[in-house]
């Protein structure tokens, strides 16, 4: 195969999520000309199989909760609301399928860049590389560019359990596409998406167990863990912690057996559907990096500096590919700052300090900078306040006190370095967060703030002022 002048590209783009598209319309906007490689569907993860489609569905099934919940308030009753599992999917399908159009395909016209699809893998050598792709209809293409973003996300990932892939099991992917609610489900793991997705079926109308090799949440406050711990008991969902999974069996009625070390001794869980919700791992098979002077990580990954250069100085990588924090937003800055610095001599670095993290539960879990522990073991001395939500008047008149907010400060300064909430709107307050640990602000400062009476933000004011005030002999509206 021979490269002509029309297969001669300034950027070649590698994935078509939201780290590819970022960079690409970067380079866009820098006159580049540009090349885009998809082997699947257009869009990556999250439009398609993440958080739209799941971020939907948690929607619909905060809807029926809070109809089931009505009671709670003094002239409401509860409704029951039947679950149409089929057209609850088939509308989830209909927004990812309108999204994908407006906010990626139409974007490839709106910008002119040339889409190949089918899969691409590197070819050449460091010093010249090139890239093959496969297409559909069976002949090659070879393309070259100036530089290439490798943007390939990555896919659910299943630790080794004995019988596991023999039995078969749902991952963040595969639920999302289910046509009935499962009478019962087990789920393996512990995380952000472990959390959403059991507390999802368990508002469908599933009987829900996870399985979780430590706590809830357990890179986050363990007062986050235990807070969603009391939800989901609250809601019928069982959590046993410490259980490692040993083997998974399928009897010929279909149910799914997962037998589990659990403090020591060996217990069986059993349920008609098994999730397993343990992480994800890169996509990088068959790229063939190594050829062109990339060597990946011990995961797959592709390792990077702080301006997301890898060894070769024409490839550089972004978004999940990378191993670095697994959300959107974190893509799709990677992608333009990738472009950046490939273009324009710059050196613009990746900073996560002050990086929001949401587990889109209800209430929900959102943190920003560093916890009690991260902070203790960066040397800084700390000092902290948890303010539950009963303190919080929104929380009040929301007739829901599940939760709480808690800082952590530099003992000698003042200076707040992280904050975590577990709170309706959690993700909120961590967005405001990001601006208060941009600013340097400390707890005086975050005390003596406006903030406007009956918002959940407010409560970021009032566990600033614990840290001075006995809030428990204030006014509610004298804050």
């Not at 994908?100 to 050598?125: M, V």
């Not at 057996?257 to 349920?271: D, I, L, M, N």
């Not at 009956?454 to 614990?466: D, N, Y």
Request: with cysteine.
């Amino acid at each position: 195969m021979t490269e002509t002048a029309e297969n001669e590209y300034d950027l070649a783009v590698i994935g078509s999520g939201g780290a590819a598209f970022a960079a690409a319309i970067r380079a866009s906007g820098l006159g580049k000309r540009v090349a885009m490689v998809e082997r699947g569907t257009i869009g990556g993860t999250c439009v398609n199989t993440g958080c739209v489609p799941s971020k939907a569905l948690l929607a619909a099934a905060e809807a029926r909760h809070v109809a089931l919940d009505a009671g709670r308030f003094p002239g409401l009753g509860a409704a029951d609301m039947p679950v149409d599992m089929p057209a609850l999917v088939a509308g989830k399908q209909d927004l990812v399928e309108g999204m994908r159009a407006e906010k990626y395909l139409d974007l490839i016209a709106d910008y002119g860049w040339n889409l190949h699809q089918g899969h691409a893998s590197f070819t050449g050598s460091a010093d010249d590389p090139l890239l093959d792709i496969a297409l559909p209809d069976g002949l090659p293409k070879r393309i070259r560019a100036a530089h290439y973003v490798v943007a390939t996300g990555s896919s659910p990932w299943s630790p080794a359990v004995e019988g596991l892939e023999e039995t078969g099991y749902l991952n963040s992917t595969t639920a999302m596409e289910l046509t009935e609610v499962p009478e019962s489900l087990l789920v393996i793991g512990g995380g952000f998406v472990a959390l959403e997705q059991a507390q999802l079926f368990a508002r469908l109308g599933s009987k829900v167990t996870m399985l979780v090799r430590s706590r809830l949440a357990s890179t986050e406050e363990p007062e986050a863990g235990q807070a969603l711990a009391e939800v989901f008991a609250d809601e019928g969902i069982r959590v046993v912690r410490r259980a490692v999974p040993e083997k998974v069996t399928r009897d010929a009625g279909g149910t799914v057996s997962v037998t589990a070390t659990v403090a020591g001794g060996a217990r069986e869980f059993k349920g008609t559907h098994l999730l397993v919700a343990t992480g994800r791992r890169p996509v990088t098979a068959g790229l063939h990096l190594p050829d062109v002077g990339v060597v990946l990580g011990a995961n797959g990954e592709i390792p990077v500096d702080d301006t997301l250069a890898t060894g070769n100085p024409r490839i550089w990588a972004a978004g999940d590919v990378t191993g670095h924090p697994e959300f959107v937003y974190v893509a799709a800055a990677h992608g333009a700052l990738a472009v950046e610095n490939a273009f324009t001599a710059g050196a613009r670095k990746i900073d996560y300090r002050h990086l929001p993290r949401v587990a889109f539960t209800s209430p929900a879990l959102a943190a920003v900078g560093m916890t009690d522990r991260q902070a203790n073991q960066a040397g800084i001395a700390c000092e902290c306040r948890v303010l539950p939500l009963e303190y919080v008047p929104r929380a009040l008149v929301n007739r829901d006190t599940r939760g709480f907010i808690k800082i952590v400060a530099e003992k000698a300064t003042g200076r707040i370095v992280g904050i975590t909430a577990v709170a309706k709107e959690a993700g909120d307050l961590a967005a405001a967060g990001v601006y208060i640990l941009e600013g340097g602000l400390s707890v005086d400062q975050v005390a003596h703030l406006w903030a406007p009476y009956l918002t959940m933000a407010e409560g970021l004011k009032i566990a600033a002022q614990t840290y001075a005030t006995d809030i428990s002999r204030l006014s509610c509206c004298a804050s």
